[in-house]
């Protein structure tokens, strides 16, 4: 089976609801529009993939629900693989989120009874990916395809959003952690500090700072990078379409910058639309962005 990326983890139905504010307490407010479609970081990444012309699949669970029927249905029509899904009793999990005009967001995430995944709930023994992604939900699948991943030498990505159970026994087992600042801050205090004690664990580092760009380190080595000029529409799923990019252009054995400048696009492109699922761009509007913007991290 050919898999450049096989994506690990969490998928959700999101329910996307555009607000002029946060409500305050006891606070009833209208929304001024509303979106639903499929969510959830491993889940995005894969599609994020398949749109950027590579063969994606994800691994993880759905309910045998609507709202499962309905991301499952997202992922075929993307073009995702979906062989490594397992559909179960428990519900889909569902996010809730609330979206001010300047793209700032609230988020309300439902799992029910939904638990992760045994180690040995997948046969992945039919595939071998250029590049496996994770992001910690699933961690037992994840820490038994870790090791694989070292024995097959292929090459491994964890999006590490926030610091839990899943990315702390992950973090120290994969050759590219991606992390974003708030989990720097919760394991170091301080995003700067955290790339230094994080390079002594990962191989390559990337702390992501939103509307900031990005701090990276690989061995000694150790820069920055500004984000790509947006006005943002919503940030939801914009770190997942940065890590979904991050992943191909591994497939895609990029050089280092090159690499970072292809994540950094997607994400930024992300933000310009609602909904992290409607927001990931797609091949040619990546290529369009990228060539617009040329002369910038030159």
Not at 28 to 50: E, H, L, Q, R, Y
Not at 93 to 107: C, E, M, N, Q
Request: aromatic share 8%; net charge negative.
């Amino acid at each position: 089976m050919k898999v450049d990326v096989l994506c690990v983890g969490h998928a959700s139905y999101d329910l996307i609801f555009s607000v002029s504010h946060h409500p305050a307490e006891d606070e009833k407010i209208f929304a001024d529009g509303f979106v639903g479609c499929g969510g959830g970081p491993a889940a995005n990444a894969a599609v994020m993939v398949s749109r950027l012309g590579l063969k994606a699949a994800f691994a993880g669970y759905l309910g045998q629900d609507l709202y499962g029927d309905k991301h499952s249905r997202e992922f075929v029509e993307s073009d995702v693989d979906t062989r490594f899904i397992m559909r179960g009793p428990s519900p889909t999990p569902l996010s809730t989120i609330l979206v001010k005009p300047d793209g700032k967001r609230a988020l309300i995430n439902y799992k029910g009874g939904t638990q992760a995944l045994p180690a040995n709930a997948v046969d992945f023994s039919s595939v071998k990916p250029k590049v496996i992604l994770f992001d910690g939900h699933e961690p037992h699948l994840s820490v038994a395809l870790t090791e694989r991943a070292r024995r097959d030498r292929i090459p491994t990505v964890l999006d590490a959003g926030s610091l839990h159970e899943g990315t702390l026994a992950l973090m120290n087992q994969v050759d590219y952690l991606v992390c974003s600042e708030k989990f720097a801050r919760q394991w170091a205090g301080d995003a700067e500090i955290a790339l230094t004690r994080l390079a002594e664990v990962a191989p390559s580092v990337v702390i992501t700072l939103g509307e900031r760009g990005l701090l990276w380190q690989r061995g000694k080595k150790h820069g920055i990078m500004p984000a790509f000029p947006i006005v943002a529409i919503d940030t939801t799923g914009a770190g997942d379409a940065f890590h979904g990019a991050f992943a191909a252009a591994v497939a895609l054995d990029m050089e280092w910058l090159e690499l970072l400048r292809y994540a950094s696009a997607a994400g930024a492109l992300c933000c310009t639309k609602t909904g992290a699922r409607l927001g990931i761009p797609s091949q040619e509007e990546h290529c369009a962005w990228l060539e617009q913007h040329k002369n910038l991290h030159v």
